[in-house]
């Protein structure tokens, strides 16, 4: 009986994306809460734009955005 192994690059590229999707969710819920601290903090200091510049977002949305930037600069480098 002959037996043989052969490599599929495709599984190795998917087995790759997963590991990316898993560290990247890793790493956003690292960033996450730093993130909600910082916009909170931002907006109760005062160091926000006025009230007729800031977009109408709300705290959670100005945090996930700036958590998935921060993490997509992290995969760049």
């Not at 890793?26 to 734009?49: M, N």
């Amino acid at each position: 009986m002959i037996t043989a192994t052969r490599s599929d690059p495709t599984s190795s590229r998917t087995r790759d994306r997963q590991a990316e999707r898993q560290n990247m969710r890793r790493l956003y819920l690292l960033l996450y809460p730093l993130c909600l601290f910082a916009a909170v903090a931002s907006r109760l200091t005062g160091h926000a734009e006025d009230a007729t510049q800031r977009p109408a977002q709300s705290v959670f949305a100005e945090a996930r955005s700036a958590a998935y930037a921060a993490a997509g600069y992290a995969f760049h480098a």
